[in-house]
């Protein structure tokens, strides 16, 4: 099975961090934040990706063109013009970078490589949010219904503590509680390739166009995620899933 990526925001509300690589390519725990999506995917044999390319691209082509050189320790010969790998880190994947657009909206990128998603059913998601969704439960729940969509619903927490007040005194306080209690979209979609007929166009994006009409039509389940999922939208969140990553409490890491 594939795992379909966009990978080609530009992350503004990340500052400087987007100035000369895509948001994917933005680093937790000196890692991108797409090698963890892949390491996630790969931890349930899903080891086939399309990764949809856009702004910057070419930072991400070349990271894959250097994943050995990136990822391992190095001896390097410069009398004898050598370099030798101390152990191999290669990750058994089979990675397709494609480019659909600098400013291709989602669905249009999805619309670009559908041809290489060889009629199969595919999972996607976007390359810059991090979960401990089960991928195992998420394909049989996908197969059992039989629609053409399903998508991962998720309930963010809240953004700020909440103080408990009984008229003026302070009785407690919930830091960070349950948000409004609404399920949002949270990616980690399982699509069949019939869910991209009829996107015309780079302009349309998929959360307004295609996920609606699948919805109207009945095609599109939610899976219910009550575990971890953060996106990377500020740099907030960056400094929260790094902190998350080096202090050995990153939920999103289920492999070993």
Not at 35 to 43: A, C, F, L
Not at 61 to 80: M, P, S, V
Not at 112 to 122: C, K, Q, S, V, W
Not at 175 to 198: C, M, Q, R, T
Request: hydrophobic share 40%.
């Amino acid at each position: 099975m594939k795992c379909v990526i966009v990978a080609g925001g530009r992350g503004t509300r990340l500052g400087g961090e987007t100035e000369y690589r895509p948001k994917p390519m933005v680093e937790i725990g000196g890692r991108p934040i797409l090698w963890h999506i892949m390491k996630t995917y790969s931890h349930y044999g899903i080891d086939d990706f399309v990764i949809c390319l856009g702004y910057k691209g070419e930072v991400i082509k070349d990271y894959f063109l250097n994943y050995r050189q990136h990822e391992a320790d190095l001896t390097i010969d410069l009398g004898r013009n050598e370099v030798r790998a101390l152990a191999e880190t290669n990750e058994p994947w089979r990675v397709s970078l494609l480019e659909t657009g600098l400013d291709t909206q989602t669905a249009g990128r999805l619309a670009r490589i559908a041809r290489h998603l060889e009629g199969e059913t595919f999972c996607f998601t976007y390359g810059d949010g991090l979960a401990d969704v089960p991928i195992d439960q998420l394909l049989s729940f996908h197969r059992q219904h039989g629609r053409k969509a399903t998508v991962t619903a998720v309930r963010p927490p809240g953004r700020f503590g909440r103080l408990d007040v009984d008229g003026d005194r302070v009785r407690g306080m919930a830091e960070k509680p349950p948000g409004d209690g609404d399920w949002i979209n949270g990616g980690f979609f399982v699509l069949e390739p019939s869910a991209l007929v009829g996107i015309e166009g780079d302009e349309v994006a998929w959360e307004q166009g295609p996920m609606q009409d699948l919805a109207a039509q009945g095609e599109m389940m939610a899976f219910k995620h009550r575990g971890f999922w953060q996106p990377m939208d500020t740099m907030r969140d960056k400094l929260m899933l790094e902190d998350l990553w080096a202090t050995g409490r990153a939920p999103w890491k289920v492999w070993v």
